[in-house]
């Protein structure tokens, strides 16, 4: 079977920056387990796993704009200290759950002084090409369900 929209879809991964940095892996984990066709990865990573088949090994780099998107400006905040009122320290790196553009997401402290903390709200891998070394372990038909619910279920899923 073929990876298309509504098929299950398992996949060893391992995940490099352009200066061949290990980012993410599988292996020697959890396979990764989605829905194709419901957006539960990258839209590069998708698109690029169409048409493949159990048993297919292959490398793809996927631009920004079709992974976590590109640095947005609109995204960095600096925010008055007493906004983080009980918190006795603050550091760089430091992150949060707060309300962004599009809903609640992670911001990081990015840096601060005694009077603003500035926070950048983008996504850690925006403005980064991404690199997958994939192998496509099973695909399957998804139940009903899973079609109906975004996600597979069962081991391996991630939802």
Do not use: W
Request: charged share 25%; proline share 2%; glycine share 10%.
């Amino acid at each position: 079977m073929q990876v298309a929209d509504n098929t299950a879809v398992s996949i060893h991964y391992t995940l490099t920056n352009d200066e061949g940095e290990v980012l993410d892996s599988s292996i020697d984990q959890e396979a990764l387990v989605y829905l194709h066709g419901a957006g539960n990865i990258i839209s590069g990573l998708e698109q690029s796993l169409v048409g493949k088949v159990a048993g297919d090994k292959f490398k793809v780099r996927i631009e920004p704009e079709h992974a976590y998107g590109e640095l947005s400006d609109d995204m960095i905040q600096v925010i008055p200290r007493e906004m983080f009122e009980g918190i006795d320290e603050i550091e760089v790196g430091m992150q949060f759950h707060a309300e962004v553009s599009h809903g609640t997401g992670i911001v990081t402290v990015i840096s601060l002084d005694e009077k603003d903390v500035t926070v950048d709200g983008n996504h850690p891998l925006a403005g980064v090409a991404l690199t997958f070394d994939v192998e496509v372990l099973e695909v399957r038909a998804a139940t009903e369900e899973e079609t109906h619910h975004g996600h597979i279920h069962g081991a391996g899923c991630h939802h």
